[in-house]
């Protein structure tokens, strides 16, 4: 007999029953239902509506001039090189983009925004629809992608670090770098999900080189809006924002915090407060920063210094045409055409940098695709995270190619090839003149193979022993002090051969 008990616990309930050992199917008591707004800063040389350099960093308040700073008398310009990526992203994520746009002002006051507004767009964006493809069976759909202009930043500490009571410094350095805004639908039912959906959006910017994505920088900052429903019902529950993410863990962890929480206030007969909240890294949680804005509270109307953005169906479809392959076809083709592994494939096609590296090895000398992801997958990325490069300094793929091709010929074992690819990153000679160099060329010749054969039979009696009473397994043993008595340069192949007929 079993008794079936029934055990509750913020997200969700289960039942085990008792006696009998057997876990029953979960019964989850919440949908969650999550959305990412994701602000990007665009990859050009100079701002949106102005010509400071738009670039990380500087001292502060040094790349500001009268126009990010808002002062009267003077007129946005808007950038065109800002729109044409702005157009190459939109693309990317499969988005429909508008021929007629419209920039807004978004009224609010903050010590960072100069203007008292921050100009952006509202009803009519750039691109509306799209989706992002998380794997091979699920996408995430985008409702909107949108311009704006960015603002500054308050620095709460001194630069040396002395803490100022009360007060805070702003660098403007910032104001008017160009943004775009991308906002999902609230379509994504897990952290998990919001984070596979992060990540895939920060390989399409890699992709398409339309930011550099660095979130410890800025250049990729999230907005996580979560709620939790009843199962069953289909009316959304009470949305919570999170503001400010700046890591994909980050993101991951405070969308289960907050998950945890509103079923909390569920399960107590409370209300879950639209509210905006920020998230605390050091413990996990988040903590209210003010009651939720909604659209009206900034008073969006027209911004009166631009006109309408008007795009010529050719310019659309000249940034169409310019679109490189996608990080999810790319990753389907190295599968497809490579025949590698799923792993592997999502592995090298996860930067284009890479994908194009590997790409180029295999391409060099014609070499099996396996073999060539296997090098670039443990060799090539273990020397790029030790020397704390990337992989544009990483020796040349052409390179790379001809070590491999020598141990596909036979000209060089692998573990001696191991000893040739470490020198390589230390000068610019050809793998086969290296080879020479170090005296690592794979010896075939039999006089000289049955030498050290010999020398490791006499010195291994108990193992000879071992195989000539049955025990087969014992040859790899022998093989690998064979190798090791010739450091590497023995043919494996035949030694094993000629191992074999001498115990025989």
Not at 164 to 184: A, H, T, W, Y
Not at 185 to 212: C, G, R
Not at 339 to 367: F, I, K, M, N
Request: glycine share 8%.
């Amino acid at each position: 007999m079993s008794v079936l008990i029934r055990i509750c616990s913020p997200s969700g309930a289960f039942s085990v029953s008792v006696g009998s050992g057997r876990l029953a199917r979960p019964m989850p008591r919440y949908e969650v239902t999550v959305g990412l707004e994701v602000h990007v800063q665009l990859l050009t040389h100079s701002k949106i509506f102005c010509r400071c350099t738009n670039q990380f960093g500087g001292e502060p308040n040094s790349r500001i001039c009268p126009i990010c700073l808002g002062y009267p008398g003077t007129l946005p310009v808007l950038n065109r090189a800002v729109v044409d990526q702005a157009i190459r992203l939109a693309l990317a994520l499969g988005c429909t983009v508008q021929p007629h746009s419209v920039f807004a002002r978004k009224n609010y006051f903050y010590a960072d925004l100069p203007k008292g507004y921050q100009i952006s767009q509202f009803d009519e964006p750039i691109a509306t629809g799209g989706r992002i493809p998380i794997d091979d069976s699920r996408s995430i759909a985008i409702h909107r992608l949108h311009l704006e202009e960015d603002a500054g930043k308050l620095l709460h500490e001194t630069p040396g670090g002395g803490a100022l009571p009360g007060k805070s410094l702003v660098d403007f350095n910032r104001c008017g770098v160009p943004l775009v805004e991308i906002v999902s639908e609230p379509d994504m039912s897990s952290a998990k999900e919001a984070h596979d959906y992060l990540q895939a959006l920060h390989q399409v910017l890699d992709y398409t080189a339309t930011s550099d994505g660095n979130m410890e920088e800025g250049s990729l900052r999230c907005d996580a809006n979560v709620s939790i429903r009843p199962v069953g019902q289909t009316e959304l529950g009470t949305k919570v924002e999170v503001k400010n993410l700046n890591s994909f863990r980050n993101v991951a962890r405070a969308i289960e915090h907050e998950i945890d929480r509103q079923a909390l206030i569920v399960d107590a007969g409370d209300e879950v407060l639209a509210e905006t909240r920020s998230f605390e890294a050091s413990t996990g949680v988040t903590r209210l920063l003010r009651g939720k804005e909604e659209s009206h509270d900034y008073r969006y109307f027209p911004e009166p210094d631009l006109p309408p953005l008007v795009l010529e169906e050719a310019r659309i479809e000249a940034a169409r045409s310019g679109l490189p392959e996608l990080p999810w076809d790319r990753r389907r083709r190295f599968r497809d055409t490579y025949g590698l592994p799923d792993a592997d494939a999502e592995l090298l096609s996860s930067t284009r940098r890479l994908a194009d590296y590997y790409e180029s090895a295999v391409a060099a000398h014609g070499q099996d695709p396996k073999i060539v992801a296997n090098w670039v997958m443990t060799e090539v990325l273990r020397e790029l995270k030790e020397r704390h490069i990337d992989v544009d300094s990483a020796i040349s793929p052409e390179r790379l190619a001809s070590l491999i091709a020598l141990i596909e010929d036979g000209s060089l074992s692998h573990r001696a090839a191991k000893d040739v690819f470490g020198e390589m990153w230390e000068c610019d000679e050809p793998a086969n003149v290296l080879v020479e160099r170090l005296g690592l060329s794979q010896v075939r010749d039999d006089d000289a193979l049955v030498g050290w054969v010999e020398t490791v039979v006499a010195a291994h009696p108990a193992p000879v022993e071992q195989y000539r009473a049955g025990e087969q397994k014992v040859v790899g043993f022998l093989v690998g002090q064979i190798m090791k008595e010739s450091q590497g340069r023995a043919d494996p192949k035949r030694v094993r051969e000629l191992l074999v007929e001498t115990l025989s």
